[in-house]
C-alpha cells in the first residue's frame, strides 16, 4: 500500500509531469508525422496524368495537341487559376479523373447563409464557381470521370451522376470484355429533337455550300461551284483529323464510336433539359443497364419480394452543356461531361502509342471526338485553322496522385497559396493571421536591452514584528521587571525563586511595582505605559541615569 | 589585469526593426498576391531582399580587450579605478560596436561609465575608463565584458561576453580604537609585545638548530657554519604575549537593521579593527565567527594573519543560528588559559549566551562582549510600538546586566555611537 502510495505521489510530481507532457507532445508529432510520410511511402497510383506515357495516362493526347501548335500546361494548385486567364474563350480545361479531396475552409456563400460550414467532397465551392466562371467567360471544359470527386461540379451545371457502373448486355467491345462499353452516337450534333443539325457550329465540319471543302479553307464559302484545290493536311491544322490526305477528302460525319472503361452514367433526370441548355449527345444503347445494387450483375427486380432490379438503358453519358444556347456562338462557354474517366487514356485514344495494346484496341472515335472539340473550342473567329496564339489546353493535375516524392507535397503547398489569396474566406484568415502575427512580432519581439550599471543595495533586514504585541503583555512585563529585581540584587535563580513574598516585597519597595507583581489581573494600556516607566526608574544607579 | 580576444561571426538575433520588416514583407507580398497588386508584391520583395542582403553582408570584428583595475583588495568605501582597452585586430571597420562592462550591482559609479559605442578602423584602440566605490564588503567580480554588434542598418544584432573577470575583495572599514582601547580598561592587561620563551618569528634570539630546507638564507650563522662546518640558522623567540581570540555572531538574526547599519556589518568593523590592533601589537589573532557554522581561524599574527583575518570577514554572511555554546565548548582546548576573548554578538536569540560567558569567565578568560543593540538597529527599519520597545530595552539590559554578571566587560553599542566611543563605555561597564 506504502508502494503504492509512493509510486502515485510520484507519478504526480510537477517533474514527472512536466516530463509526461513533453513525452506526448513529441509522441503527438511522431504521429503526425508518420501520417504524412505514410502518403509518400506508400506507392500512389498516378492515372489519367497529362505527362505520363503509361496505359493509363494522357501523355498521347497532349503530344497530339502539342503537335497541332497549341500550348498545354498542367494546373497543379487550384482550378481558382482559371479567373487569371486573359482569353478563357480560346481555352480548354480538361479534367480527367478526380482522384481525391482536398482541405478548404468555410466559405461566404454571398446570401442570407453569409456563411457555409460544409464542403461537399472533391473541388471547393470556391474552385466550382472559378470553373463556372470560366465557362461563363467562354472557357471549354472537358470533364471526364465516373466514379471521382466530380460530381459537385456536374452539379453546378445542373447534371447529376448516377455514381453506378454501366453494363451493356451487346455494346461492349467483345475482343476485350465486357468493362469496355460502346457509346454510339450517329447525329452529335442534333441536339435537340427538333434542332436539326448544328455541326455548323464545329468549323471542322462547317461546309455552307456543301462543297467538300469546310468553310476555313474554301475559297468561297457560299459558292458551291469553286472547289479548292490542293488541300493538304499541313493546311488542315486543327482540322487535320477530319481530313484523309490519301483522298483529299473530308469526313463530315456527323457520328462517333466512343469506347469508354467501366462507365458510368449520368442521372436520366437531368442529363437532358434544353431549357439549361444542357443536351444528352451520347447513349447507352437499349441493353445497356445500371448496376444500381452494385453486385456486378444484370438483376431484374422483384418489388414484391423487395429486390431492387438494375434500371435498365438508354443512359447518357456524354452530354454537353452549353453557356449559350445550342452552343451557337462560336465563344461560347460550353462543358463536355464523360461519364468515364478513361476515354483518353493512351490505350483507347491512340492504342499504337502504347505497344502492349497496339492491334488489341478496336478502332474507336474517341481521338476524333477529342479532337472535334478542341477545334470546335480553339478555332473562332472563322479565319483560319491554325489555333491563335492565345490557344492553350490546361491539364487539371490537382486532384491527381503525382508519382514523384514531394510533388504532392509541392502541389499542396502550391494550392494552399494560391488558395489563400483567391478564396476570400481564406484570404481574411490570412489577413487575420498577419495581422496577429504582425502584432505578436510587435509584442514579443524586443530589442536587446540597453545596457546601463545599476546600483542597488537597498536592503532591510526586518525582526519578528509578531513579538511586540507579546512584549506588550503584563506576564511578560512582570517577568521583565522580576529578572531586573533579581540582577539587581545579584541572586542566582534558585535563590530568587525561594525568596519569601514578604522579602521580595521590601527588595521591591515600590507599591504599584508590588501591587503590578502579585496582582495579576487585567491592566490598562495606560496603566502597563506607567508601570514600564517605573520599572525603568526602579534600581537604577547614578551610573544608569550618566549613560 | 584581464587580457582576451573575442571574435564575431554570423549574426544571431533579429532586431526588432528587422522581425517588422521580414514580416511586413511578407505580409505585402501574400496582400499583393491577394489583390492581385505586383507593385505591393515589389515592396515587399525589396524588404525581404534588404534583410537578406544585411545577413548575408554581415561584419565581423576581431577584438582585443584588455582590463586593468587599480587595486584588488580594498577596505569598505574605497575607489577603484578600471580602464578596458578595446583594440580592433581585424581588417574591417567594427561598424556599430557597444561594449559594456559588468560591474556588480553594489558597486558604485563614482566617476565615467562602464559603457562604450564606437565604430574603430582597422588597428585602431578605443580606452574606457571608470571608477567605482566599494560601499559594501565583500568579494566581488568585475567583469564579463559585454560586446555587442549591431549592423549599419540596425537588422541584426551579435552580442557576446568576454570571459575576463577581475575578482575584488572588499575588507572591513578598520577604525582607529588604540586611543579608545588604552582609555579603557582592556588593554591595560595585555601591555604589549613580552618575550615567550617559545620559539617562533620574533626579534631575542632562542637558540641554533640546524639548517632545514626552507629556512631563509638570512637566518643562518654564519659564524657558527665558519666554526663547525655545519650550516646552522638562528632561532628566534616568539614576540607575542598571548592570543586573543575574536568572536563574531554571524548568525541570522545579525542582518537586523540596513545594509549598511546591522549588527553584522557593525560586529566585522569591530572585529577587523580590535584584531588590527593587536596584530600591531605582535599578538596573535584568532578570528572565530558562528552562524549556518563556525569557521575558526588559529592565532597567528603577522600580516598574512591580517589579511586572512580581513577575507575572512569580508566573506561573511548573516545565516544559521548556531549557540553561542557549542562554539564555546568547541574552541575550549584549543584557547590558552587567561586569553582574552571579545565576542561581537547582538546577543539575540540564542539562550546559551549566559552559560556560554558563564564558562569563559570560569576558565580564567577575559571575556569582553562588544554588543551592537538590534533592538536600536531594528527601529531603523521597523516602528516597534514604544511600549514593546521600552520592554526589549529592559530585556536587553536584563540579559546584559546578568553577563556583566559573570564578569564580562560588556558594551551596549548604539547604532549612531563610533567604534571608539563604543570601547570606551567598558570602564563603565
Known amino acids: 500500500m506504502t508502494d503504492f502510495n509512493a509510486r502515485l505521489r510520484r507519478l504526480s510530481t510537477p517533474k514527472f509531469r512536466r516530463a509526461a507532457s513533453i513525452a506526448a507532445f513529441w509522441a503527438l508529432i511522431g504521429i503526425l508525422v508518420l501520417e504524412v510520410l505514410q502518403t509518400y511511402l506508400v506507392d500512389g497510383e498516378t492515372q489519367q496524368s497529362a505527362y505520363g506515357d503509361d496505359w493509363n495516362d494522357l501523355g498521347a493526347f497532349r503530344s497530339e495537341i502539342n503537335s497541332l501548335g497549341v500550348e498545354t500546361n498542367a494546373l497543379v494548385s487550384s482550378p481558382l487559376l482559371l479567373s487569371e486567364i486573359d482569353h478563357p474563350e480560346e481555352a480548354i480545361f480538361v479534367v480527367s479523373g478526380v482522384e481525391r479531396d482536398t482541405i478548404s475552409l468555410p466559405r461566404f456563400t454571398g446570401d442570407e447563409n453569409v456563411i457555409e460550414f460544409t464542403e461537399g467532397d472533391g473541388y471547393t465551392t470556391s474552385e466550382i464557381l472559378a470553373i463556372e466562371s470560366f465557362v461563363q467567360r467562354g472557357g471549354t471544359v472537358i470533364l471526364l470521370d465516373d466514379f471521382g470527386y466530380s460530381a459537385q461540379l456536374a452539379s453546378q451545371f445542373g447534371l447529376d451522376y448516377s455514381g453506378h457502373r454501366l453494363y451493356d448486355g451487346q455494346a461492349y467491345a467483345h475482343e476485350l470484355d465486357y468493362n469496355f462499353v460502346w457509346v454510339n452516337t450517329s447525329s452529335a450534333f442534333n441536339f435537340t429533337t427538333n434542332s436539326g443539325s448544328l455541326s455548323s457550329i464545329n468549323p471542322c465540319l462547317k461546309d455552307l455550300d456543301k462543297d467538300g471543302v469546310i468553310d476555313l479553307l474554301d475559297e468561297d464559302p457560299l459558292n458551291p461551284s469553286v472547289t479548292t484545290q490542293g488541300i493538304s493536311s499541313d493546311m488542315a491544322g486543327l482540322c487535320a483529323h477530319r481530313f484523309d490526305q490519301a483522298t483529299s477528302t473530308w469526313d463530315f460525319s456527323e457520328g462517333y464510336d466512343i469506347l469508354t472503361n467501366g462507365p458510368s452514367a449520368f442521372e436520366k433526370a437531368t442529363s437532358y433539359n434544353p431549357v439549361e441548355n444542357r443536351y444528352a449527345i451520347g447513349r447507352s444503347t437499349l441493353d445497356s443497364y445500371l448496376d444500381t445494387n452494385d453486385d456486378g450483375n444484370l438483376t431484374v427486380g422483384f418489388e414484391a419480394a423487395g429486390i431492387e432490379d438494375d434500371e435498365q438503358g438508354p443512359f447518357a453519358v456524354y452530354v454537353r452543356y452549353c453557356q449559350n444556347r445550342l452552343c451557337l456562338d462560336s465563344d461560347s462557354g460550353r462543358v463536355h461531361f464523360v461519364s468515364d474517366g478513361s476515354m483518353l487514356i493512351n490505350s483507347l485514344y491512340s492504342p499504337d502509342y502504347v505497344p502492349d495494346y497496339s492491334g488489341l484496341v478496336p478502332d474507336n472515335d474517341n481521338r476524333k471526338w477529342a479532337l472535334d472539340i478542341i477545334a470546335e473550342a480553339l478555332l473562332i473567329g472563322n479565319s483560319s485553322t491554325e489555333a491563335s496564339e492565345n490557344a492553350i489546353v490546361i491539364f487539371d493535375e490537382s486532384r491527381h496522385q503525382q508519382s514523384n516524392i514531394g510533388g504532392d507535397t509541392y502541389n499542396l503547398l502550391y494550392y494552399l497559396l494560391i488558395y489563400f489569396t483567391n478564396d476570400w474566406m481564406a484570404m481574411l484568415l490570412l489577413f487575420l493571421g498577419l495581422f496577429i502575427a504582425l502584432e505578436a512580432v510587435l509584442i514579443r519581439k524586443e530589442d536587446p536591452d540597453d545596457w546601463r550599471h545599476v546600483f542597488r543595495i537597498i536592503y532591510y533586514g526586518f525582526g519578528d514584528a509578531r513579538r511586540y504585541e507579546y512584549y506588550q503583555r503584563p506576564e511578560k512585563i512582570r517577568q521583565v521587571l522580576l529578572t531586573r529585581v533579581r540582577n539587581v540584587n545579584a541572586m542566582s535563580r534558585e535563590e530568587f525563586d525561594a525568596l519569601p513574598a514578604a522579602e521580595l516585597q521590601k527588595m521591591v519597595d515600590d507599591n504599584v511595582l508590588t501591587d503590578f507583581i502579585f496582582n495579576d489581573r487585567r491592566y490598562k494600556t495606560d496603566e502597563l505605559v506607567g508601570i514600564v516607566k517605573r520599572i525603568k526608574e526602579w534600581g537604577r544607579t547614578e551610573s544608569d541615569s550618566g549613560a | ?429
Open chain 2, 1 to 429: 589585469m584581464g587580457k582576451d580576444r573575442v571574435r564575431f561571426g554570423g549574426l544571431d538575433m533579429w532586431t526588432r526593426k528587422a522581425a517588422i520588416m521580414f514580416t511586413s514583407g511578407i505580409s505585402l507580398i501574400l496582400i499583393g498576391m491577394m489583390i492581385s497588386n505586383f507593385q505591393l508584391m515589389i515592396v515587399g520583395l525589396a524588404f525581404l531582399s534588404l534583410l537578406a542582403i544585411n545577413g548575408w553582408v554581415a561584419g565581423h570584428s576581431d577584438l582585443l580587450i584588455e582590463r586593468q583595475t587599480s587595486a584588488t583588495n580594498v577596505y569598505k568605501g574605497d575607489d577603484i579605478v578600471v580602464s578596458l582597452t578595446v583594440t580592433n585586430k581585424s581588417y574591417r571597420r567594427t561598424q556599430q560596436l557597444e561594449l559594456f562592462d559588468n560591474v556588480p550591482h553594489e558597486m558604485k559609479m563614482r566617476k565615467g561609465i562602464n559603457q562604450m559605442r564606437m565604430n574603430l578602423g582597422p588597428g585602431q584602440t578605443a580606452k574606457l575608463r571608470y571608477v567605482v566605490r566599494c560601499p559594501l564588503r565583500g568579494h566581488y567580480t568585475i567583469g564579463p565584458v559585454s560586446v555587442r554588434y549591431r549592423n549599419a542598418f540596425n537588422l541584426f544584432v551579435n552580442e557576446t561576453k568576454m570571459d575576463d573577470r577581475s575578482d575584488i575583495t572588499v575588507f572591513p572599514q578598520i577604525r582607529d580604537i588604540e586611543e579608545a582601547l588604552l582609555r579603557s580598561d582592556v588593554p591595560k592587561m595585555y601591555s604589549g609585545a613580552t618575550t615567550l620563551k617559545t620559539p617562533g618569528p620574533g626579534m631575542e634570539f632562542y637558540a641554533l638548530r640546524e639548517y632545514l630546507p626552507g629556512d631563509s638564507f638570512r637566518s643562518i650563522n654564519w659564524k657558527a657554519l665558519a666554526r663547525t662546518g655545519e650550516m646552522m640558522v638562528n632561532e628566534k623567540t616568539r614576540d607575542a604575549v598571548t592570543d586573543v581570540f575574536v568572536i563574531v555572531d554571524t548568525r541570522d538574526v545579525s542582518r537586523i537593521g540596513t545594509v549598511l547599519k546591522n549588527p553584522l556589518e557593525m560586529g566585522t568593523v569591530a572585529a577587523a579593527s580590535v584584531s588590527n590592533y593587536f596584530l600591531k601589537r605582535r599578538d596573535s589573532v584568532s578570528l572565530v565567527t558562528y552562524g549556518s557554522r563556525m569557521d575558526y581561524l588559529p592565532p597567528e599574527t603577522g600580516d598574512k594573519q591580517y589579511f586572512k583575518i580581513l577575507s575572512g570577514l569580508a566573506s561573511v554572511e548573516a545565516k544559521g543560528s548556531m549557540p553561542l555554546q557549542a562554539v564555546t565548548n568547541a574552541l575550549s582546548p584549543r584557547m590558552s588559559r587567561g586569553s582574552p576573548v571579545f565576542i561581537i554578538s547582538s546577543l539575540e536569540g540564542d539562550g546559551t549566551t549566559l552559560p556560554a560567558i558563564r564558562n569563559l569567565s570560569g576558565k580564567g578568560h577575559e571575556v569582553i562582549v562588544l554588543s551592537p543593540s538590534s533592538i536600536d538597529l531594528e527601529r531603523l527599519v521597523s516602528r516597534i510600538p514604544r511600549m514593546s520597545y521600552e520592554v526589549l530595552k529592559l530585556e536587553r539590559q536584563n540579559r546584559l546586566t546578568a553577563i556583566a554578571g559573570y564578569g564580562a566587560k560588556v558594551i551596549d553599542w548604539m547604532p549612531d555611537v563610533e567604534l571608539s566611543q563604543a570601547l570606551l563605555q567598558i570602564k563603565l561597564g
